[in-house]
């Protein structure tokens, strides 16, 4: 299906013919709703080029499908109020905007940087991720503004760049993705040049690194579930 411009979703979005690609010039699907839940779903997937959820002072959208949705170029929340997002994976190919200045949770889903190209976080508040699954065919991720992982983090592939203004933060209680008994907390090919922040009472290890190399560090559990510490590799 080929588009230009925006196609505005007051209610559901359901592929249920084919894997279905959204294309063209602005190509969009913008959701808008207040009043009710709105779900992202059907028995087939659908890869757009742009994502945009608004809905002034309410929105709830549920994905109802794992991988659902593909974002070739943008994810944008945009709009004043609270946005709400639940359920199953969504794919991000493309870069992250965040400019609602109400509450965004991601509660339950995984988001899954899947892009080969270098993608970006940016916006104007931090954005808080239930879920962030690092797997990347190539380029990186640059963080732009504050990112928050609230469950689980996995360094498949790609590098995450941070700086001061704008760390990795994980929450007490967070963790590197575990695969059998045992964390995947990064390599060579996957870790975090930049500051990266964990909190709480948490042993953990920071899959830290700069130019190539790997240099992780970890830390016993802490006493208390307001410690914070910063780790980065020079």
């Known amino acids: 299906v080929t588009v230009s411009g925006r196609i505005s979703i007051s209610g559901n979005w359901a592929n249920n013919y084919s894997y279905t690609d959204v294309d063209g010039s602005g190509a969009e699907l913008y959701f808008f709703n207040r009043t009710v839940t709105q779900t992202l ?13 608004g809905g002034g002072t309410a929105s709830t959208v549920s994905i109802t499908k794992d991988s659902a949705f593909v974002v070739k170029d943008l994810l944008a929340m ?17 870069s992250i905007e965040r400019n609602n200045s109400g509450t ?15 993608q970006m976080l940016s916006g104007s508040y931090p954005l808080k991720l239930y879920d962030l699954y690092l797997r990347k065919t190539g380029g990186s991720f640059t963080l732009n503004d504050t990112l928050i992982i609230t469950n689980e983090l ?59 190399v790997y240099n992780p560090i970890g830390i016993s559990a802490p006493s208390s579930t307001s410690d914070v510490f910063v780790a980065e590799y020079f």
């Open 41 to 53: 779903g059907g028995t087939h997937s659908t890869a757009i080029s742009e994502l945009l959820f």
């Open 78 to 94: 945009d709009d004043v109020g609270n946005l709400s997002i639940s359920g199953h994976t969504l794919i991000i190919e493309g």
């Open 104 to 118: 965004t949770s991601f509660s339950s889903n995984q988001i899954r940087l899947n892009g080969e190209q270098d």
């Open 154 to 212: 996995e360094m498949g592939l790609g590098n995450i760049y941070s700086d001061a203004s704008y760390p990795l933060i994980m929450t007490d209680n967070a963790t590197m993705f575990t695969a059998g008994i045992s964390p995947v907390v990064g390599s060579a090919d996957s870790h975090i040049e930049g500051p990266m922040i964990k909190k709480g009472n948490d042993a953990f290890v920071f899959p830290i690194g700069k130019n190539g």
